[in-house]
């Protein structure tokens, strides 16, 4: 139904390594919401997407929303230590605004 | 601007104890939600308000009591408090699509 699936749910890599995280979907999305939560602190807002096919970069981070809105993904080229947190894909329920969020994908940075 | 406050940081509970997490926000947002973060589970939504006066129950509100007397504060009662209540607490605040402003969460531990 609401839910919203992220993979993996650990990734471990080389620093200098790129990394992506997946989000899907088995409804389509009307929007897919993406945070950052550094260890022991809180949730960050990082990017909304709305638009089929949108592509948005923030420096080093590059999101992606499907063609069909049913899925989503970060990728972060040539990672650094300061990447290492839990990525969190958010959805709105139809017709609300509370986002349901996805179980994250725990990113470690090997320096 | 502050954003969301939280208070308190930490807390041990006994079983059968009751206490209240304050949460307040200074950004006039509307919206303001209650999430618990288990190890691995991601955030689950408490309980959410849309404005003052007005609250409603999300995915996992047994045990849990809110109520929104004015537009920033957004308190949370634990009644009866259980070992299964022992979890990370973070409220949020938004405008009604846009993204949420997470407060620097409640760490609570029921013994």
């Known amino acids: 139904g609401q839910q919203v699936m992220q993979i993996p749910q650990y990734q471990h890599v080389q620093e200098g390594e790129d990394f992506t995280t997946y989000c899907n979907s088995s409804?389509?999305?009307?929007?897919i919401q993406w945070y950052k939560q550094r260890p022991g602190g809180h949730p960050v807002f990082l990017i909304q997407?709305?638009?089929?096919?949108e592509v948005k970069k923030q420096k080093r981070l590059t999101f992606q929303f499907g063609e069909a809105k049913k899925n989503s993904s970060l990728h972060i080229t040539a990672t650094q230590t300061t990447d290492v947190g839990t990525y969190f894909c958010?959805?709105?329920?139809?017709?609300?605004?509370?986002?349901?969020f996805g179980k994250g994908t725990k990113l470690s940075v090997i320096p | 601007n502050a954003g969301v406050t939280q208070t308190p940081k930490f807390r041990i509970l006994k079983i059968g104890q009751s206490m209240t997490l304050q949460c307040t926000q200074d950004?006039?947002?509307?919206?303001m939600y209650w999430y618990r973060q288990d190890p691995g589970m991601g955030l689950k939504l408490i309980y959410y308000?849309?404005?003052?006066?007005?609250?409603d129950k999300g995915e996992v509100p047994n045990g849990y009591n809110v109520s929104r007397s004015t537009t920033e504060d957004f308190p949370l009662r634990l009644e009866l408090a259980a070992p299964s209540q022992t979890s990370v607490y973070f409220c949020?605040?938004?405008?009604?699509?846009?993204?949420?402003?997470f407060g620097s969460g409640t760490r609570l531990t029921i013994v």
């Open positions: 950004m006039n947002h509307n919206y």
């Open positions: 997407l709305v638009k089929s096919g």
């Open positions: 958010a959805r709105s329920g139809a017709g609300s605004y509370q986002l349901t």
């Open positions: 409804t389509t999305l009307s929007n």
């Open positions: 308000s849309v404005g003052a006066g007005i609250t």
């Open positions: 949020a605040s938004s405008y009604p699509t846009e993204s949420y402003t």
